[in-house]
């Protein structure tokens, strides 16, 4: 079982605008920066969004994270079938759960 | 250009033994604090181990007493020694590079696949 709780799946349509949620607790997201990262099938995990809001270079800005209290929310706008990958939301955590604690992982589908 | 290369895995039977490589070329492995993060087939990542800058060490549970991380800084090389193995301890390894205090990482290896089976 994750700390972090993330959907299983989403979906949308190409040119819509998809939203993941990752909640958490005081211990972690509530008091510590939230990552996510991309990983396409058969490769290693890639960041796509630190410190919360903010993109790495090279990635496009219809990527986009938030957070609130102890939930963050990673958006993506425009969808392409490329977009098509498991995303997962991380966060330092200050109890005994783990160093780093992730989200379950959400697989997106694009129809 | 940072990079991370993952070597060591394989098949290695219930209770073997196995170190797995990690290495780094573009920074200092001991200019960041460095962990190994590991995937079981079809599940999630679960992070495993520490190594700060300063040389302390702290495990999961899950691997507490089993698994030893260590760094070699001539080398530019993380390592980990896995020991005990069990079956439970199949899973992709992937050697990553922690952002900066207390932040996750930013830069992961491709992973090496460790199984565990008889």
């Known amino acids: 079982q994750s700390v972090l709780t993330q959907p299983p799946s989403a979906s949308g349509t190409p040119g819509q605008r998809v939203t993941i949620s990752c909640a958490g607790s005081s211990s972690n997201i509530g008091n510590n920066y939230v990552y996510w990262y991309r990983q396409l099938p058969g490769t290693a995990p890639k960041l796509l969004i630190y410190?919360?809001?903010q993109r790495p270079s090279g990635v496009p800005d219809r990527f986009s994270g938030s957070k609130s209290g102890t939930s963050a929310s990673l958006a993506i706008s425009g969808l392409r079938s490329e977009d098509e990958a498991d995303y997962y939301c991380?966060?330092?955590?200050?109890?005994?759960?783990?160093?780093?604690?992730f989200g379950g992982g959400t697989e997106l589908t694009v129809l | 250009e940072v990079q991370l290369v993952e070597s060591g895995g394989g098949l290695i039977q219930p209770g073997g033994s196995l170190r797995l490589s990690c290495a780094a070329s573009g920074f200092t492995v001991s200019s960041n604090y460095m962990s190994w993060v590991r995937q079981a087939p079809g599940k999630g990542l679960e992070w495993i181990s520490v190594?700060?800058?300063?040389?302390?060490?702290y495990y999961a549970d899950s691997v507490k007493g089993r698994f030893t991380i260590s760094r070699d800084n001539s080398k530019n090389t993380l390592y980990l020694q896995m020991n005990s193995l069990r079956a439970e301890d199949t899973a992709v390894y992937y050697c990553?590079?922690?952002?900066?205090?207390?932040?996750?990482?930013?830069?992961w290896g491709q992973g090496t696949l460790v199984t565990v089976s008889s």
């Open positions: 991380a966060a330092w955590d200050d109890s005994l759960s783990g160093l780093v604690v």
């Open positions: 990553a590079r922690g952002r900066g205090y207390r932040e996750p990482f930013d830069y």
């Open positions: 190594i700060y800058s300063g040389g302390s060490t």
């Open positions: 410190r919360n809001n």
